[in-house]
């Protein structure tokens, strides 16, 4: 049974940074890709961030890129998402997610497991 947990969210101004920590239980984890994802009120949940495996590949979306970095530690079973230069429109609910493959999917339906979320909110 896998379990994700996410931690790291929180209150912060525009401008700065947070650390968004998920642990993962299982035995799948060093074998799969793993995202976060994000969703505000209203809205469908969006793809932010893809690791391959390994680590070796990541992908960003465009609305994080050169702002967010995605990594992983295997054998503490942990997938990180760096946050800085956060923006108010960064507001959401993050979710991380493991998925069935070694490379990552873009889509919530490329994940067979997800985190309960962590909530990030970004003051102007």
């Known amino acids: 049974q896998v379990q994700l947990v996410e931690s790291g969210g929180g209150l912060v101004q525009a401008g700065g940074s947070l650390r968004l920590s998920c642990a993962a239980s299982g035995r799948t984890f060093s074998s799969v890709a793993m995202g976060w994802f994000r969703q505000a009120p209203g809205t469908e949940r969006e793809f932010v961030a893809g690791?391959?495996?390994?680590?070796?590949?990541?992908d960003l979306s465009d609305s994080v890129k050169g702002r967010f970095t995605i990594s992983r530690d295997n054998a503490k079973k942990t997938v990180y998402l760096q946050m800085n230069s956060l923006k108010p429109e960064d507001t959401a609910v993050y979710y991380c997610a493991q998925g069935r493959a070694r490379g990552w999917g873009t889509l919530p339906r490329d994940y067979d497991y997800w985190g309960q979320g962590t909530q990030v909110t970004v003051s102007s």
């Open positions: 690791i391959s495996w390994s680590g070796g590949s990541t």
